[in-house]
């Protein structure tokens, strides 16, 4: 686990949301490559303790904690595991999210919008809103939330998972300017189209379908989770300590055009 490490976050603990899968579990990975101690925090328990088995396996501390970031008390329990094992936050990841099946406005039901925010925004807010006071206890931290393509420009059939992902950014750059100051760091990644678990569910499996969300990246493939996972870790560097209320695009030039 020491080999080639870029970052080197010894002594640092990461808490990473929706890490069973996908852009989450594969920058747990990348944390604990880097030496950080990794809670590893999905809804799905057995997804948290395989995540967190990855880990350990390649000789990494991790701790797998089952939590609707949905739900404020999840959370709460969730941070004070984090605390108790490893008595320290210094990252957090709040990354956990749902995707939206495609309809029009006037066809989304109340419960998927509501869904939607609750999970996709309030999921953030409830996060942050519990690991900046033990951050702050720490002298400092580096949050990165995780918004979308989404976040910056509409889609037809996502009003619902844009607006929360829009969201996502407002929640962020006003964060980041309350916390400036005092050491705490909060900056919002906003993934393309990412080769994950959520994808598969999108094109439903046909290579049809994932041609069509291929033809809608300028680079002409889907993007990575380790292209996420990258730019996460860059963000809660030392290096990008000049980094403030971001909202990194990394899309393949999919919005550059836009
Ligand atoms: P994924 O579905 O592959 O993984 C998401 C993980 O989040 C799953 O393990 C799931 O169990 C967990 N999760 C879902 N609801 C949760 C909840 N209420 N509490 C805790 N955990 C929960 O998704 P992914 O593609 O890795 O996406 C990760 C994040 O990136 C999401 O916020 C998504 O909206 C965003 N995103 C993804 C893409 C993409 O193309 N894959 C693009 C832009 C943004």
Same mark, same amino acid.
């Given at each position: 686990?020491?080999?080639?490490?870029?970052?080197?976050?010894?002594?640092?603990?990461?808490?990473?949301?929706?890490?069973?899968?996908?852009?989450?579990?594969?920058?747990?990975?990348?944390?604990?490559?880097?030496?950080?101690?990794?809670?590893?925090?999905?809804?799905?328990?057995?997804?948290? &303790?395989?995540? +967190?088995?990855?880990?350990?396996?390649? !000789?990494? $501390?991790?701790? =797998? %904690?089952?939590?609707?970031?949905?739900?404020?008390?999840?959370?709460?329990?969730?941070?004070?595991?984090?605390?108790?094992?490893?008595?320290?936050?210094?990252?957090?990841?709040?990354?956990?999210?749902?995707?939206?099946?495609?309809?029009?406005?006037?066809?989304?039901?109340?419960?998927?919008?509501?869904?939607?925010?609750?999970?996709?925004?309030?999921?953030?807010?409830?996060?942050?809103?519990?690991?900046?006071?033990?951050?702050?206890?720490?002298?400092?931290?580096?949050?990165?939330?995780?918004?979308?393509?989404?976040?910056?420009?509409?889609?037809?059939?996502?009003?619902?998972?844009?607006?929360?992902?829009?969201?996502?950014?407002?929640?962020? &750059?006003?964060? +980041?300017?309350?916390?400036?100051?005092? !050491?705490? $760091?909060?900056? =919002? %990644?906003?993934?393309?189209?990412?080769?994950?678990?959520?994808?598969?569910?999108?094109?439903?499996?046909?290579?049809?379908?994932?041609?069509?969300?291929?033809?809608?990246?300028?680079?002409?493939?889907?993007?990575?989770?380790?292209?996420?996972?990258?730019?996460?870790?860059?963000?809660?560097?030392?290096?990008?300590?000049?980094?403030?209320?971001?909202?990194?695009?990394?899309?393949?030039?999919?919005?550059?055009?836009?």
């Amino acid at each position: 686990m020491t080999t080639h490490r870029k970052w080197n976050y010894e002594g640092k603990a990461a808490f990473v949301t929706g890490a069973a899968n996908g852009i989450g579990q594969t920058t747990a990975l990348a944390f604990a490559q880097e030496g950080a101690d990794v809670v590893v925090v999905d809804l799905s328990e057995d997804g948290a &303790k395989a995540t +967190a088995r990855m880990i350990e396996e390649q !000789g990494g $501390r991790a701790l =797998a %904690v089952r939590c609707d970031v949905s739900n404020p008390e999840d959370v709460q329990v969730a941070l004070a595991a984090a605390i108790e094992k490893f008595g320290r936050l210094d990252f957090a990841f709040n990354n956990a999210g749902i995707e939206q099946p495609l309809a029009y406005t006037a066809d989304v039901s109340v419960e998927t919008f509501e869904r939607n925010l609750r999970v996709n925004l309030g999921g953030v807010f409830y996060c942050m809103k519990y690991q900046i006071p033990l951050m702050l206890k720490n002298g400092g931290g580096a949050i990165v939330n995780t918004s979308s393509g989404a976040g910056v420009v509409g889609i037809r059939g996502q009003g619902a998972y844009c607006a929360a992902k829009h969201g996502v950014i407002g929640l962020t &750059k006003s964060a +980041a300017l309350e916390y400036a100051k005092d !050491g705490v $760091r909060i900056n =919002a %990644v906003c993934p393309g189209i990412i080769d994950t678990p959520m994808i598969g569910r999108f094109t439903q499996g046909t290579e049809e379908n994932r041609k069509r969300m291929i033809a809608q990246e300028p680079i002409g493939r889907l993007g990575r989770p380790e292209e996420i996972a990258n730019t996460v870790l860059w963000l809660c560097s030392d290096v990008a300590g000049f980094a403030i209320g971001h909202a990194v695009v990394v899309d393949g030039g999919q919005t550059a055009g836009l």
